[in-house]
Nanobody, 125 residues
């Protein structure tokens, strides 16, 4: 099983980025996916999550209204569209997956079995 997160970069305050998480080696449609981020010196925190079928999503309060998570199971890929970026969004962003067909979004880090390598997002002020 492999997850690859990509799409990060350097953007100015107020800008946008779209991160992608491509999965291989698993039946992606059976997996819930979460996005997390970790800034220097801080704990890895939940950002957004989506259920196996895309039917439910959940966001951290800090990104609600600015980030949108979606998935395309035919392409084995989950996306997070990040708009109105702020300097405090600067972090390494990780995607994670766990086999689950529950309707509730999984938000807890330890519940995920597979992790991508992370992609750096830097928002300049």
């Amino acid at each position: 099983v492999q997850l690859q997160a990509y799409g990060g970069g350097l953007v100015q305050t107020g800008g946008s980025l779209r991160l992608s998480c491509a999965a291989s080696g698993l039946t992606f449609a059976n997996y819930a996916v979460g996005w997390f981020r970790q800034a220097p010196g801080k704990e890895r925190e939940f950002v957004a999550g989506i259920t196996y079928d895309g039917g439910n999503t959940h966001y951290a309060d800090s990104v609600k209204g600015r980030f949108t998570v979606s998935r395309d199971n035919a392409k084995n890929t989950v996306y997070v569209q990040m708009n109105s970026l702020k300097p405090e969004d600067t972090a390494v962003y990780y995607c994670a997956a766990v086999r689950s067909r529950r309707e509730q979004v999984i938000k807890t880090r330890h519940q995920f079995d597979y992790w991508g390598q992370g992609t750096q997002v830097t928002v300049s002020s």
